[in-house]
């Protein structure tokens, strides 16, 4: 499920979600960071719903991690008509962790995927995290990303989209304290009929936040991207600044 060295590095526990609901971060996270219960969240119910494993990746207060922590799900098995995966990634206090979450095809096995990633950010975590998309080309990937970041917590988030006949990327990110800040940048590369869409969210939440946004798109053939970014600054969000 991961690439990197044989053993997780010291602070970070790497695990099967499934195995890892009686831990306190799963309890109190799993499931309450995605949006929900809204007919735009429907994909992320439906995950909800429906997902029987994943990943859970928790890493401690004040680790530094300094390599990169690769996941790499298998592609959905041929004749499974949707793969369900969910992802739960809680970095604690002070820490620092970067995460390339690769998802690939092999050519030639066409499949949905379904996949909801949640990532908290406690005070003064720093998290980056990279979404690399290399479907087949004949596949359909569906996918919501959602964070939820703390006082002075930081995020950077890179999606890539390569691959897939459709590719969908929900973010939805809130600032729910005052220091946090966002960087939420996307490329988009596609050529035959492919189809590819960004639907961004930000919110602030909290005053003296700051989110930045960089989308950007590379197409062929008679392929089509579309970019939707919602920048919602909140009741009593003040001094919060955006720049997309």
């Excluded at 939420?184 to 700051?210: E, F, M």
Aim: charged residues 20%.
């Amino acid at each position: 499920q991961w690439v990197g060295t044989d053993h997780a590095p010291e602070g970070v526990v790497i695990a099967d979600l499934s195995a890892s609901l009686g831990h306190p971060a799963v309890s109190q996270w799993l499931g309450r960071v995605a949006p929900t219960s809204r007919p735009e969240n429907a994909l992320s119910d439906r995950n909800t719903g429906l997902f029987e494993s994943g990943l859970f990746v928790h890493v401690a207060r004040n680790t530094t991690v300094s390599d990169a922590i690769v996941l790499s799900p298998e592609t959905p098995r041929t004749g499974v008509s949707e793969g369900i995966e969910r992802c739960l990634v809680v970095a604690e206090a002070n820490s620092d962790v970067t995460l390339v979450h690769r998802f690939t095809g092999d050519g030639s096995t066409p499949c949905v995927r379904n996949v909801v990633a949640e990532v908290v950010a406690m005070p003064g975590a720093r998290v980056r995290y990279v979404w690399l998309q290399e479907e087949a080309n004949e596949s359909f990937h569906l996918a919501t990303f959602a964070a939820r970041l703390h006082r002075d917590a930081r995020l950077e988030a890179h999606t890539l989209q390569l691959g897939a006949a459709l590719g969908r990327f929900d973010c939805s990110v809130r600032m729910v304290e005052k220091g946090a800040s966002c960087q939420i940048n996307g490329l988009c590369s596609g050529d035959r009929r492919r189809h590819l869409d960004c639907n961004i969210d930000v919110h602030h939440d909290a005053g003296h936040t700051d989110s930045q946004m960089l989308f950007k798109s590379i197409l062929d053939d008679h392929a089509g991207a579309v970019f939707r970014g919602n920048v919602l600054i909140h009741e009593g969000a003040s001094k919060s600044t955006s720049e997309q």
